[in-house]
């Protein structure tokens, strides 16, 4: 049985989450040099703040590049049109 | 395992009212099977339509033969596509499935000839891929469309790029076992066969298909549509 998207998720977040609060937030002593915690403390927001500029700029990308099937509907309308006279001859009311 | 070209195809046809639409899209489908040479039978299971769907698919089988055009009704308070589908393969003798709503039939020959390239276990249309798209459609309605697939696609990264099409090609087994997992309702059912597809290592083939809104009646998109949408998602996220 595979793990489930949701335990997946919880899990990763759980493993990502306590690697950045164990490098963020370590008590003194423990402390990584400044530059990198600085770095390091406001990361969970920047990477959010990335994930949704990248989810608009991709359903903006889509929405634009969302074909438009005239053909498909004219040749839809044509494709009726042969089939009510053909059943209307075969003995459909329609 | 016998290929598209040899293999004999049972499409699956659940109707509600569909007494407009029927004919059309029956007489759609002889046309592409004659065409492409496949042994073929549509199985139409109407829910008591009170429309007069159930008159004219008898008139149909009378016009194209009761081995080609066969007529169960399931009258039952819990119809679904589910049930509808379950009910239609008990009767179903082809080594193929399609699946597909009353409304659309463009693409069938399509799909047979994308499942004799790969040996597919599943066929699916998409609207996003290749030529596929739609017609008729407001920018409002595109921006849902795709908002949605994003999140889907990120929730549950099904490994096809449309999940909520309801026009599919199954090989029969790999049906029938989909059925026994599936527990969903609607077409949140429709996703989850696609993702418990992929867990189980079938193969997805997909075909850009072009999606014409209903031939006759109305499509609704409100805010019901939208919130039971993300009900649906968000269960299968924590069940699959």
Redesign the interface.
């Known amino acids: 049985v ?1 793990m ?3 335990s997946q998720w919880l899990c990763g977040l759980a493993l990502l989450g306590s690697a950045w609060a164990a490098l963020a937030l370590a008590p003194p002593g423990f402390q990584l040099p400044t530059p990198y915690r600085q770095a390091l403390l406001p990361l969970p927001v920047y990477l959010l703040v990335a994930f949704g500029c990248y ?1 608009l700029a ?2 903006g990308y ?2 634009a590049t ?8 004219a040749e ?1 309308q044509e ?2 049109r042969t ?2 006279q ?2 209307r001859r ?5 | 395992m016998a290929a598209a070209g040899t293999g004999k195809v049972s499409v699956l046809l659940p109707t509600y009212n569909e007494r407009e639409n029927l004919p059309l899209v029956v007489w759609l489908l002889v046309r592409t099977f004659q065409e492409s040479g496949n042994n073929f039978e549509i199985i139409i299971i109407d829910d008591g339509s009170p429309d007069g769907t159930q008159e004219v698919a008898e008139q149909l089988e009378k016009i194209y033969g009761s081995d080609k055009i066969v007529m169960r009704e399931l009258t039952s308070v819990l119809f679904s596509s589910g049930t509808a589908y379950i009910h239609g393969m008990k009767h179903a003798t082809g080594n193929f499935i399609v699946i597909m709503d009353a409304d659309l039939s463009h693409h069938v020959s399509l799909y047979l000839i994308k499942q004799k390239e790969g040996n597919f276990d599943i066929v699916s249309g998409t609207r996003y891929k290749g030529n596929g798209g739609v017609y008729g459609w407001d920018l409002k309605r595109k921006l849902i469309s795709r908002g949605a697939n994003f999140i889907t696609q990120v929730l549950l990264r099904p490994g096809a790029s449309d999940l909520t099409g309801s026009f599919r090609l199954y090989k029969k087994e790999v049906l029938q076992k989909l059925m026994e997992k599936c527990v969903s309702k609607g077409y949140v059912f429709q996703m989850e066969m696609i993702v418990r597809a992929r867990q189980l290592g079938y193969t997805i083939g997909e075909v850009p298909i072009s999606f014409v809104d209903r031939v006759y009646g109305e499509s609704k998109l409100g805010g019901n549509e939208i919130v039971s949408f993300l009900k649906g998602l968000l269960t299968l996220f924590a069940t699959t």
């Open positions: 595979t489930r998207k949701l989810s991709t359903v889509r929405l969302f074909n438009d099937c005239e053909e498909a509907a839809l494709h009726i089939a009510r053909e059943l075969r003995g459909l009311s329609c």
